[in-house]
């Protein structure tokens, strides 16, 4: 009787050391996921339809970027933005679309539940599901010659969900490539790290709690030549503002029997970085227009009040702040009012009219 008691006790005490336990540890990823953002299918992985569009910009002070880690990390790159579409400089619009649809390669088969990533020069198949996001190949260029690759099996670039400090490997893996001649891939590894949390500058604008991923991938290839390639990313994130990077680092090193090896270094911003998270509508006041655009020393806004309501704009600019706001005498029916730019700095700014309880907002370029 005794030691059933004694036991019943002790059993009793271990079930409620155990909930206990329990309810810490759940507590401990809660104030964990509290601080820093949790990855996860919803804002992470790409879908048929998205598109963005990356600028690749001056790297100078890109590579003091990838070398910062932390949960109190702070990236700031304060190189110019230069959109200018040159040698060098270019714009890529990034359309995600089916797999199959995109494989245009007569010797490679990708899968066929995957998504391809497509723009002018590139393009990168992936799979999806909800416990991660999965890279199968593309296009690669080795010794001036382009080539299509496929992995033997998908390599990890992020598992959901995700926390800081979260890292994968992908088991070593072999692949195909095709070029002029078929050739063969192995001693593949890869491994994608959830390394840092912080701030991000960039010009004109600051994203805080940006996740950062970094994924390194390693193969031997043989193809009439033989070689390596190693890829290194830094993808930046806003995950609360887009599921597209918001800045990126990448850097490549293919080694070739036929010469010295093509070392590159990139850096790259979403172009609509300024934009991202500010709303645009256009069918809630009627016929809402903002132009000259871009502008210069003063520009127009029209727009049809049709009930004689109170009207107001204000200028946002690219950090949501309200820089310049007004009450418009109200008129009925097409209504133009005239707005100088004086003490506006050239930028992007966004115009927002209100008329009674609708709201509409323009994007608006200064050139001063």
Not at 80 to 94: D, F, H, K, L, S
Not at 106 to 120: D, E, G, Q
Not at 321 to 343: A, H
Request: glycine letters at 8%; hydrophobic letters at 40%; aromatic letters at 12%.
């Amino acid at each position: 009787m005794l030691n059933i008691t004694i036991f019943g006790i002790q059993s009793f005490n271990c079930l409620r050391m155990k909930k206990l336990y329990f309810s810490l540890f759940t507590l401990l990823v809660a104030m964990g996921s509290a601080q820093n953002p949790l990855l996860t299918f919803a804002n992470h992985a790409p879908v048929v339809g998205d598109s963005y569009t990356r600028t690749q910009v001056d790297s100078t002070g890109a590579a003091a970027l990838a070398t910062i880690t932390g949960s109190t990390s702070v990236w700031t790159f304060t190189t110019p933005i230069t959109r200018t579409v040159t040698a060098g400089w270019y714009n890529a619009v990034n359309t995600y679309s089916p797999g199959t649809a995109a494989n245009t390669s007569t010797a490679l088969t990708y899968p066929a539940a995957s998504i391809a990533k497509v723009n002018t020069s590139d393009k990168s198949f992936y799979t999806t599901s909800s416990s991660g996001l999965e890279f199968w190949g593309g296009k690669i260029t080795i010794a001036t010659v382009a080539a299509d690759f496929l992995l033997s099996t998908g390599v990890t670039h992020a598992v959901y969900p995700m926390v800081y400090g979260g890292s994968a490997t992908t088991p070593a893996f072999t692949g195909t490539i095709a070029s002029f001649v078929m050739g063969s891939i192995s001693n593949g590894s890869a491994v994608v790290t959830y390394d840092g949390v912080g701030v991000l500058n960039l010009p004109g604008r600051s994203f805080g709690n940006v996740v950062r991923l970094k994924t390194r991938t390693y193969f031997d290839y043989v193809a009439g030549v033989t070689g390596s390639v190693t890829f290194e990313n830094y993808d930046y994130y806003s995950l609360s503002n887009s599921k597209h990077p918001i800045f990126s680092v990448a850097a490549s090193t293919i080694t070739s029997s036929f010469g010295p090896p093509s070392i590159q270094f990139f850096a790259y911003v979403n172009a609509d970085y300024l934009a991202i998270s500010v709303e645009e509508v256009s069918k809630e006041v009627s016929a809402f227009k903002v132009f000259p655009n871009p502008a210069q020393s003063d520009f127009k806004i029209s727009f049809i009040n049709e009930n004689n309501l109170p009207a107001s704009y204000e200028i946002i600019n690219a950090l949501g702040q309200t820089i310049k706001s007004e009450k418009l005498i109200s008129q009925k029916g097409k209504s133009e009012y005239y707005i100088e730019t004086e003490g506006l700095h050239s930028g992007i700014y966004f115009v927002k009219t209100t008329v009674g309880t609708k709201s509409s907002v323009k994007k608006l370029t200064i050139n001063n």
